[in-house]
């Protein structure tokens, strides 16, 4: 199960730090990543971590801005973003892979049939 939080309102050029916690499976053994879904526009990655070597990938759109990191202590992934754009309002959904296929099948987004309640980030001009 994955408990994604941390979302809120903040103005153009914020910051925002995502947790998502999860339980019930092997953590070290998966990959865990973040998509997000803007109003009226599909869903889509933003990044992941890789379970098998601890590898980090990030969309083209929030490279340099997003940075993914992981607290195998914890149980928890972080997606700190930084100078958030109003383009970044959405709802961000963490999601899990068990080992890690490829960056390219997450952003085709097939690997997950569902998804838990996600957290709503609105950004404001």
């Known amino acids: 199960q994955l408990q994604a939080s941390g979302g809120g309102l903040v103005q153009a050029g914020g910051s925002l730090r995502l947790s998502c916690a999860a339980s019930g499976f092997i953590f070290d053994d998966y990959s865990i990543g973040w998509f997000r879904q803007a109003p009226g526009k599909e869903r889509e990655v933003v990044s992941c971590i890789s379970g098998t070597d601890g590898s980090t990938y990030y969309a083209d759109s929030v490279k340099g801005r997003f940075f993914i990191s992981s607290d195998n202590a914890k149980n928890t992934v972080y997606l700190q973003m930084n100078n958030l754009d109003p383009e970044d309002t959405a709802v961000y959904y963490c999601?899990?892979?068990?080992?890690?296929?490829?960056?390219?099948?997450?952003?085709?987004?097939?690997?997950?049939?569902?998804w838990g309640q996600g957290t709503l980030v609105t950004v404001s001009s």
């Open positions: 999601a899990a892979e068990l080992g890690f296929t490829s960056w390219e099948v997450w952003k085709m987004g097939l690997l997950f049939g569902s």
